[in-house]
Each structure stands twice: as structure tokens, then as C-alpha cells.
């Protein structure tokens, strides 16, 4: 009877997340028996039917501690609850917070002596006028940078990010040089504070903007929450280590030095391979003006992966193009022959302006203007640019760029009518493209301020 049961086929399963799943058996006494983790039976492997969660513990396939250890430092669900790229950007982003905080501690024990801990002679109400001088400078310039560059974080988020962790190591290093220069202390050590502030800002806004790319089960607090335990995990390790390292440089400047540069070192290239592995499936200026260029010389549409790979991060955020989404149709037209041409030819519910002489495109959005719209107007744009510049374009852009190569500049608002017919036939199939490879087309990173305007239709057109 006991081989009979054990040969009965489950009446159930049950799974956590994408783990392996276990069947349950009824026994001879009418108990259910359920099987040990990863020992389903084959009639279960063929139509898994396993579901997220459930009541009781998570388990585990091999380690049960493992596996609880795991659950405390990653997001619930994973890794199916995150992105693709979570896991090689966290593993990159671990090495350098770590590097990060021991440069910290180095820096952190400049400044002190700097500020005069350990000297006698140090005044107590000196050193906490430059602590309160320093800290405001740093306050101030947290409000101005959120001002001035707050919402661009958003459209290249990964630049940013770079930007922030090299400008924190440029701040760190003036901490430790700060000591050297007992005359320029407090002015030293104030602009480190300014940069380490506007790390925070650029920082912490980027660290937002990944997170809400990266949490696919709409659990950004989950990932959120998780991506802080890992780091102060990391920055514990860091302190720990901190102890050891800190009587050994202490008294040798150059060795205290060395030490930095080569945690800076490694604090960069960290930086760079996380952010290097991050896959963003919506497009911002930069990817859309990689994307459309492969799909212009070549035919076809760039997927994420590959786009992602081939986007500066150093340099060239943007093209050599200037391109302005939602300007205020003020600062275009100040005549109504001006505006009649400015509006002649426009089907799409968009104005568009072409400085050739400083290659800028500047765009009117209308109220109805969409994601869509607003990616279909960034594509004219990006177009006018691609005219002016050399490789491949298919046979009627062609055509359009030895015109405009040839004819005088007032022929811009000409050029403009006729892409116009161009994006017709092209961006369909430019969208569907992007829709096949894997981009998310419903929204995008493109910077667009926030002027819309109205306007009567062109004679030719009587349908915005």
C-alpha cells in the first residue's frame, strides 16, 4: 500500500516566486503528503501552475538559511519582480559604495584634523564656525542645483548618476587636501560640501529614477527599501574595515594619498559597469537619436540592449542638434506672416522651427499633444538634424539634404513641409519598430518644458 501512495498521482502544488515547486500526495490514512522542495513529480513539471507567495515561511531549494538571508537584502518576488539588469547593476553598485566609504573615512579624518581635533591650541568656537559655514554653503547649494538642473535628472538619469559619484570622489579628495592649506581651509572644505550636496541632489534623484525603472510589480518602496539595506550592509563592511585602515595612514600623508587614488580608482570603474549595465527600455534624447540613426542608415530598429550599450556616458550626452520640446510660440514668430508659415504644412499637432546656420530645432507643442506626438515631433526633429550631417539616408531624405546642402537658408520653412511628408510613410513604421525591439513607446525621457499654445489650422490642412 505504501509503494501504491507513493506512486499516486498529486492532487496538488504549490511554488514560491519562480523557485522550484513541490507536489502533495494523499496518504493511506487520508493525510496530504506533501514532497520535499525541488522533488515535484513530472505530471506538475509538465504544466507548472505555481503562483507568487503564500502564507507560512519562504523556501528554499538547497539552504533554507540561504534563502532567508537572501530575502532580506532582495526584493520580495525576485527576480521576477525587478528588471533584467537588477542584479549586475546592485552586484557593481555594492563595489563601489564600498570603495565610496572608505575614501569617506579617509576624508572624513582630514578634515577633522584639519579642523583641529587632537590640537590643543585649536579653538573650540573656530572650528564650529567653520562646521556651520561649511554646512550652509551646502545648503544653499542644494537648493540652487535642484532648481537649475532638477528636472533634466529624469532624461538622462544614467549621466547624472555618473556625474554625481565622480564629482563626490573630486570632493573627497579636496577634504584630504584641505589639512594642507591651513590659510584656505574653510574655503576649501566649503566647496567640497557644496559638491557633496549637489552629489545628494543628482545622486538621489537618479537613484529614484532607477528604482522606478527597475521595480516591475509596482514595488518601488520594496526595491527601494531592499537597495538601502544593501548599501548600509555595504557601508558597515566599510566602517569595519575603516578601523583597521585608518591607524595605518594616519601618520604617512603620502601613503594616505596613495590609499585614495586607488579606492577612487576603483570607485569608478565600479560606477561605470553599473551604470554600463543598466538596460532603460524608454527613450531619451540620446538613445532616440541612436536608434533613429541605425534605423535611417540601415533599415532597422536598435533594441534595448544594444542602444543602451552604445550610449555615451562620458560625453555627448546629446547630439550635436539643439533640440527644445514645448517652447513658447512667442519667443518663434512676432509677425502673422511668420506664424502662417511657421504653421504651413503642419498636419501633427506641433509647430516646428529650423535654425540651419545654428542647427537648433525648437518645438510648439499643441494642448493634444501626446507621448506619441511628443516622440513624433523629437523624430522631425532629430531628421532635420540627420540632413546636416554625413552617412546613409534613404533615397528621399537624401534628396533633402543635397537641397538644403545647396539652397540659401530662408528654404528651411520649405525643408520643414516636405519631412513632413517624409515622417508620414517613415515614423509608422519608425514606431512599430521600436514597439517589436522592445521599447516602451507609451512613455518616454525625452526633456520637454511645459508651454502649449493653440492655433488655427493651415488652409492646405483643415485637420490638425
Request: hydrophobic share 45%; aromatic share 8%; charged share 20%.
Amino acid at each position: 500500500m505504501a509503494e501504491r501512495a507513493g506512486l499516486a498521482a498529486p492532487l496538488c502544488s504549490e511554488q514560491f516566486g519562480s523557485r522550484a515547486a513541490r507536489g502533495c500526495c494523499a496518504a493511506a490514512d487520508g493525510r496530504l503528503q506533501w514532497e520535499a522542495w525541488g522533488g515535484l513529480s513530472e505530471a506538475f513539471k509538465a504544466k507548472p501552475e505555481g503562483r507568487d507567495g503564500g502564507a507560512g515561511g519562504t523556501p528554499g531549494p538547497a539552504s533554507p538559511r540561504a534563502s532567508r538571508l537572501l530575502a532580506v537584502f532582495l526584493p520580495q518576488g525576485f527576480p521576477e519582480s525587478v528588471s533584467p539588469d537588477y542584479l549586475p547593476y546592485q552586484l557593481w553598485d555594492s563595489v563601489q559604495a564600498f570603495a565610496s566609504s572608505l575614501s569617506g573615512s579617509l576624508a572624513t579624518h582630514a578634515v577633522l584634523l584639519g579642523i583641529g581635533v587632537g590640537n590643543a591650541q585649536a579653538s573650540v568656537s573656530a572650528a564650529t564656525a567653520t562646521w556651520l559655514v561649511k554646512d550652509s554653503t551646502g545648503m544653499l547649494g542644494r537648493i540652487v542645483f535642484a532648481w537649475w538642473k532638477g528636472s533634466k535628472l529624469d532624461c538622462n538619469a544614467k549621466q547624472w548618476r555618473l556625474f554625481a559619484d565622480i564629482l563626490n570622489d573630486v570632493a573627497m579628495f579636496l577634504e584630504i587636501m584641505a589639512p594642507m592649506d591651513s590659510i584656505g581651509f574653510t574655503v576649501i572644505i566649503c566647496i567640497s560640501n557644496l559638491a557633496k550636496c549637489i552629489v545628494s541632489v543628482a545622486g538621489g534623484a537618479t537613484r529614484a529614477a532607477l528604482t522606478m525603472h527597475q521595480a516591475r510589480r509596482n514595488n518601488m518602496a520594496d526595491v527601494s527599501a531592499k537597495d538601502s539595506s544593501q548599501e548600509t550592509l555595504v557601508n558597515l563592511a566599510g566602517l569595519l574595515i575603516s578601523l583597521l585602515l585608518l591607524p595605518l595612514v594616519s601618520d604617512s600623508p603620502s601613503f594616505n594619498l596613495g590609499c585614495f587614488f586607488l579606492l577612487t580608482a576603483l570607485h569608478i570603474y565600479a560606477n561605470y559597469r553599473a551604470v554600463r549595465a543598466l538596460v532603460i527600455e524608454t527613450l531619451n534624447e540620446g538613445r532616440l537619436w541612436l536608434v533613429l540613426k541605425h534605423f535611417l542608415q540601415r533599415g532597422e530598429v536598435l533594441d534595448p540592449t544594444s542602444a543602451n550599450q552604445m550610449e555615451p556616458l562620458w560625453t555627448g550626452f546629446w547630439p550635436s542638434l539643439s533640440l527644445s520640446l514645448g517652447v513658447p510660440l512667442h519667443r518663434l514668430i512676432s509677425r502673422v506672416s511668420e506664424l502662417q508659415q511657421l504653421v504651413d504644412g503642419h498636419q501633427e499637432p506641433y509647430l516646428l522651427h529650423w535654425d540651419q546656420p545654428q542647427n537648433q530645432v525648437q518645438v510648439v507643442l499643441s494642448h493634444m499633444a501626446g507621448p506619441e506626438t511628443i516622440l513624433r515631433a523629437a523624430t522631425h526633429g532629430l531628421v532635420l538634424g540627420a540632413l546636416q550631417e554625413e552617412g546613409p539616408l534613404p533615397a528621399e531624405l537624401e534628396e533633402l539634404r543635397r537641397r538644403v546642402r545647396a539652397g540659401p537658408e530662408k528654404e528651411s520653412w520649405v525643408v520643414i513641409k516636405e519631412t513632413h511628408q517624409v515622417l508620414d510613410k517613415l515614423f509608422p513604421k519608425f514606431l512599430k519598430g521600436l514597439q517589436d525591439a522592445g521599447w516602451k513607446t507609451e512613455k518616454h525621457q525625452l526633456e520637454v518644458d511645459e508651454w502649449r499654445a493653440t492655433w488655427l489650422p493651415s488652409p492646405e490642412k483643415k485637420v490638425l
